[in-house]
Protein backbone atom coordinates (compact mmCIF):
# COMPACT_ATOMS: atom_id res chain seq x y z
CA UNK A 1 0.00 0.00 0.00
CA UNK A 2 2.80 2.47 0.89
CA UNK A 3 4.63 2.00 -2.55
CA UNK A 4 1.41 1.61 -4.43
CA UNK A 5 1.93 -2.08 -5.70
CA UNK A 6 -0.26 -4.68 -6.50
CA UNK A 7 1.27 -7.60 -5.35
CA UNK A 8 0.35 -9.80 -8.46
CA UNK A 9 2.48 -7.49 -10.72
CA UNK A 10 5.71 -8.45 -8.49
CA UNK A 11 7.66 -11.23 -9.32
CA UNK A 12 8.31 -12.99 -6.04
CA UNK A 13 11.76 -14.50 -5.04
CA UNK A 14 10.66 -16.22 -2.21
CA UNK A 15 9.95 -19.93 -1.58
CA UNK A 16 6.63 -20.78 -3.46
CA UNK A 17 7.10 -17.07 -5.48
CA UNK A 18 6.34 -15.80 -2.39
CA UNK A 19 7.07 -11.99 -2.35
CA UNK A 20 9.63 -10.50 -0.20
CA UNK A 21 10.66 -7.25 1.67
CA UNK A 22 13.73 -7.05 -1.40
CA UNK A 23 11.26 -7.50 -4.37
CA UNK A 24 9.22 -4.66 -3.04
CA UNK A 25 12.06 -2.39 -3.72
CA UNK A 26 13.02 -3.53 -6.60
CA UNK A 27 9.83 -3.81 -8.31
CA UNK A 28 8.85 -0.05 -7.27
CA UNK A 29 10.87 2.27 -8.17
CA UNK A 30 9.31 4.92 -10.22
CA UNK A 31 10.58 8.60 -11.43
CA UNK A 32 8.12 11.28 -12.59
CA UNK A 33 8.37 13.33 -15.71
CA UNK A 34 8.81 16.46 -14.52
CA UNK A 35 9.63 20.16 -16.09
CA UNK A 36 10.93 20.13 -20.10
CA UNK A 37 10.74 16.69 -19.95
CA UNK A 38 7.38 16.05 -19.20
CA UNK A 39 5.92 19.15 -21.86
CA UNK A 40 7.93 16.86 -24.73
CA UNK A 41 6.07 13.98 -23.78
CA UNK A 42 2.78 15.33 -23.66
CA UNK A 43 4.09 16.95 -27.28
CA UNK A 44 5.16 13.98 -28.82
CA UNK A 45 1.92 11.79 -27.89
CA UNK A 46 -0.60 14.80 -28.60
CA UNK A 47 1.27 15.12 -32.52
CA UNK A 48 1.35 11.34 -32.61
CA UNK A 49 -2.57 10.73 -32.11
CA UNK A 50 -3.03 14.11 -34.35
CA UNK A 51 -0.53 13.61 -37.39
CA UNK A 52 -0.94 11.41 -40.21
CA UNK A 53 2.45 10.90 -41.03
CA UNK A 54 4.46 9.82 -44.13
CA UNK A 55 7.73 9.32 -44.39
CA UNK A 56 10.35 9.79 -47.49
CA UNK A 57 14.16 8.55 -47.89
CA UNK A 58 16.47 9.64 -50.14
CA UNK A 59 20.33 8.72 -49.80
CA UNK A 60 23.03 11.24 -49.94
CA UNK A 61 26.80 10.95 -50.93
CA UNK A 62 27.94 12.22 -47.44
CA UNK A 63 32.33 12.67 -49.28
CA UNK A 64 31.64 16.14 -50.36
CA UNK A 65 29.83 16.70 -47.15
CA UNK A 66 33.37 15.28 -45.44
CA UNK A 67 35.31 17.33 -47.10
CA UNK A 68 33.77 20.51 -46.75
CA UNK A 69 32.92 19.78 -43.25
CA UNK A 70 35.96 21.57 -40.75
CA UNK A 71 36.45 22.16 -37.18
CA UNK A 72 35.09 25.25 -36.18
CA UNK A 73 33.68 26.19 -39.39
CA UNK A 74 31.35 23.73 -40.14
CA UNK A 75 29.89 21.00 -39.32
CA UNK A 76 27.73 17.92 -41.34
CA UNK A 77 25.14 19.07 -38.94
CA UNK A 78 25.32 22.41 -40.31
CA UNK A 79 25.68 21.76 -43.92
CA UNK A 80 22.31 19.92 -43.70
CA UNK A 81 20.74 22.78 -41.44
CA UNK A 82 21.52 25.34 -44.11
CA UNK A 83 20.67 22.88 -47.06
CA UNK A 84 17.25 23.01 -45.06
CA UNK A 85 17.17 26.43 -44.43
CA UNK A 86 17.47 26.82 -48.46
CA UNK A 87 14.47 24.63 -49.15
CA UNK A 88 12.01 25.91 -46.72
CA UNK A 89 12.93 29.46 -48.17
CA UNK A 90 11.96 28.09 -51.11
CA UNK A 91 8.94 26.30 -50.49
CA UNK A 92 7.36 27.68 -46.91
CA UNK A 93 4.37 25.28 -46.69
CA UNK A 94 6.94 22.98 -45.28
CA UNK A 95 7.88 25.27 -42.25
CA UNK A 96 4.49 26.27 -41.74
CA UNK A 97 2.36 24.88 -38.84
CA UNK A 98 -1.35 23.80 -38.84
CA UNK A 99 -4.54 24.92 -36.95
CA UNK A 100 -6.47 21.79 -35.94
CA UNK A 101 -9.37 23.46 -34.30
CA UNK A 102 -9.97 26.36 -37.17
CA UNK A 103 -8.18 23.79 -40.10
CA UNK A 104 -5.81 26.68 -41.38
CA UNK A 105 -2.59 26.49 -42.04
CA UNK A 106 -0.51 29.43 -40.09
CA UNK A 107 2.47 30.75 -42.59
CA UNK A 108 5.45 31.97 -40.61
CA UNK A 109 7.30 35.07 -41.44
CA UNK A 110 10.34 33.38 -40.51
CA UNK A 111 12.11 29.83 -39.39
CA UNK A 112 12.56 28.92 -35.92
CA UNK A 113 14.86 25.64 -36.82
CA UNK A 114 14.39 23.32 -34.21
CA UNK A 115 17.45 20.90 -33.09
CA UNK A 116 16.13 17.55 -31.82
CA UNK A 117 19.02 17.06 -28.69
CA UNK A 118 19.19 13.95 -26.47
CA UNK A 119 19.99 15.47 -22.98
CA UNK A 120 20.13 13.39 -19.91
CA UNK A 121 16.77 14.83 -19.21
CA UNK A 122 15.29 13.09 -22.55
CA UNK A 123 14.48 14.37 -26.05
CA UNK A 124 14.94 18.34 -26.06
CA UNK A 125 13.94 20.59 -29.19
CA UNK A 126 15.93 23.54 -28.61
CA UNK A 127 14.88 26.64 -31.10
CA UNK A 128 17.17 29.15 -33.22
CA UNK A 129 14.77 31.99 -34.54
CA UNK A 130 15.15 33.55 -37.66
CA UNK A 131 17.69 30.86 -38.72
CA UNK A 132 17.40 31.46 -42.32
CA UNK A 133 18.69 35.13 -41.34
CA UNK A 134 21.83 34.24 -40.36
CA UNK A 135 24.90 34.01 -42.04
CA UNK A 136 26.76 30.27 -42.11
CA UNK A 137 29.29 30.91 -39.60
CA UNK A 138 26.66 32.28 -36.93
CA UNK A 139 24.32 29.12 -37.57
CA UNK A 140 27.03 26.72 -37.19
CA UNK A 141 27.82 28.89 -33.54
CA UNK A 142 24.36 28.73 -32.78
CA UNK A 143 23.94 24.93 -33.53
CA UNK A 144 26.89 24.53 -31.22
CA UNK A 145 25.53 26.48 -28.29
CA UNK A 146 22.20 25.03 -28.31
CA UNK A 147 23.45 21.27 -28.49
CA UNK A 148 25.44 22.18 -25.52
CA UNK A 149 22.96 24.79 -23.63
CA UNK A 150 20.76 21.70 -23.86
CA UNK A 151 22.92 18.70 -22.93
CA UNK A 152 23.59 20.54 -19.83
CA UNK A 153 20.11 21.25 -19.00
CA UNK A 154 21.00 25.64 -19.64
CA UNK A 155 17.73 26.29 -22.28
CA UNK A 156 15.79 28.97 -20.90
CA UNK A 157 11.50 28.16 -21.42
CA UNK A 158 11.73 30.85 -24.49
CA UNK A 159 14.15 28.84 -26.01
CA UNK A 160 12.47 25.53 -25.84
CA UNK A 161 9.40 26.50 -27.64
CA UNK A 162 8.70 28.59 -30.95
CA UNK A 163 10.41 26.39 -33.93
CA UNK A 164 8.60 25.93 -36.63
CA UNK A 165 10.40 23.03 -38.32
CA UNK A 166 12.80 20.55 -36.65
CA UNK A 167 16.43 18.60 -37.71
CA UNK A 168 16.98 15.59 -35.94
CA UNK A 169 20.15 13.75 -35.55
CA UNK A 170 21.53 11.08 -34.41
CA UNK A 171 25.06 11.54 -35.61
CA UNK A 172 26.69 8.44 -35.08
CA UNK A 173 24.28 6.57 -33.35
CA UNK A 174 21.70 7.67 -35.65
CA UNK A 175 21.25 4.30 -37.34
CA UNK A 176 20.65 3.53 -40.77
CA UNK A 177 17.50 4.96 -40.88
CA UNK A 178 14.89 6.24 -38.90
CA UNK A 179 10.99 7.92 -38.83
CA UNK A 180 11.32 10.75 -36.65
CA UNK A 181 7.37 12.17 -35.25
CA UNK A 182 6.38 15.13 -36.68
CA UNK A 183 6.75 17.75 -33.59
CA UNK A 184 2.74 19.17 -34.03
CA UNK A 185 2.01 21.51 -34.98
CA UNK A 186 4.86 21.41 -37.05
CA UNK A 187 4.10 19.93 -40.48
CA UNK A 188 7.57 18.22 -41.15
CA UNK A 189 10.50 16.93 -39.77
CA UNK A 190 14.02 16.23 -41.35
CA UNK A 191 15.77 13.19 -39.89
CA UNK A 192 19.55 13.41 -40.69
CA UNK A 193 21.22 9.56 -39.80
CA UNK A 194 24.49 7.84 -39.65
CA UNK A 195 27.14 7.87 -42.67
CA UNK A 196 27.92 4.87 -43.80
CA UNK A 197 30.41 2.68 -45.94
CA UNK A 198 28.29 1.37 -48.30
CA UNK A 199 28.61 -0.13 -51.91
CA UNK A 200 27.54 2.78 -54.84
CA UNK A 201 27.46 2.85 -58.24
CA UNK A 202 29.03 5.31 -60.16
CA UNK A 203 29.20 5.77 -64.19
CA UNK A 204 28.41 2.29 -64.55
CA UNK A 205 30.75 0.60 -61.59
CA UNK A 206 30.31 -0.28 -58.19
CA UNK A 207 32.81 1.21 -55.73
CA UNK A 208 33.12 2.20 -52.41
CA UNK A 209 31.29 5.24 -51.30
CA UNK A 210 30.23 6.99 -48.22
CA UNK A 211 26.56 7.05 -47.88
CA UNK A 212 24.08 9.31 -45.60
CA UNK A 213 20.51 8.51 -45.66
CA UNK A 214 17.80 11.56 -44.94
CA UNK A 215 14.12 11.17 -44.06
CA UNK A 216 11.62 13.69 -44.39
CA UNK A 217 8.45 12.57 -42.10
CA UNK A 218 5.21 14.79 -43.02
CA UNK A 219 1.97 15.64 -42.18
CA UNK A 220 0.04 14.23 -45.05
CA UNK A 221 -3.08 16.51 -44.42
CA UNK A 222 -0.98 19.71 -45.63
CA UNK A 223 2.23 18.16 -47.66
CA UNK A 224 1.53 15.48 -50.17
CA UNK A 225 4.20 13.09 -51.25
CA UNK A 226 5.38 14.64 -54.81
CA UNK A 227 5.88 17.84 -52.60
CA UNK A 228 8.25 16.36 -49.63
CA UNK A 229 9.99 14.22 -52.45
CA UNK A 230 11.07 17.47 -54.34
CA UNK A 231 11.98 19.32 -51.27
CA UNK A 232 14.35 16.06 -50.08
CA UNK A 233 15.88 15.97 -53.98
CA UNK A 234 16.40 19.59 -53.97
CA UNK A 235 18.03 18.65 -50.60
CA UNK A 236 20.45 16.51 -51.21
CA UNK A 237 21.64 18.08 -54.79
CA UNK A 238 22.38 20.99 -52.25
CA UNK A 239 24.86 18.98 -49.97
CA UNK A 240 26.15 17.83 -53.29
CA UNK A 241 27.77 20.73 -53.40
CA UNK A 242 28.48 22.40 -49.88
CA UNK A 243 30.90 25.12 -50.56
CA UNK A 244 27.63 26.91 -52.27
CA UNK A 245 26.12 26.78 -48.66
CA UNK A 246 29.27 28.14 -47.25
CA UNK A 247 30.93 30.77 -49.51
CA UNK A 248 30.21 34.39 -48.73
CA UNK A 249 27.32 35.71 -49.82
CA UNK A 250 26.44 38.96 -51.61
CA UNK A 251 27.05 41.22 -49.27
CA UNK A 252 26.86 39.20 -46.05
CA UNK A 253 23.28 38.51 -46.78
CA UNK A 254 21.19 35.46 -45.07
CA UNK A 255 20.03 32.77 -47.12
CA UNK A 256 16.49 34.55 -47.49
CA UNK A 257 17.76 36.92 -49.67
CA UNK A 258 20.86 35.72 -51.62
CA UNK A 259 18.97 31.93 -52.08
CA UNK A 260 22.08 30.02 -51.30
CA UNK A 261 22.64 26.46 -53.21
CA UNK A 262 19.63 27.64 -55.20
Same mark, same amino acid.
Given at each position: ???? /? ?11 ? $? #? ?14 ? *? ?20 ? #? ?21 ? #? ?5 ? *? ?15 ? %? ?14 ? %? ?11 ? $? ?6 ? %? ?17 ? /? ?40 ? $? ?5 ? *? $? ?52
Amino acid at each position: RERG /LELGQVLGTGPGG $R #VRASDLLAGSRRVPLR *GAARVMAERVARGHRLVPQVTV #VLEADAEPLERAAAPGAASILGL #VCLAALA *GLVEDPLLNASFDDRSL %EIVYHGGVGLGIAVQA %EQGLLVANIPGAE $RLPPSRLQ %EELGRVVESARQGRLSAAE /LTGSTFTVSSGGRLGGLLATPLVDWPQVAILGVHAIQDRAVV $REGRVEA *G $RVLNLSLSFDHRIIDGMRASRFLYRLVERLGRPELLLQSLPGGGPIGTAGVGA
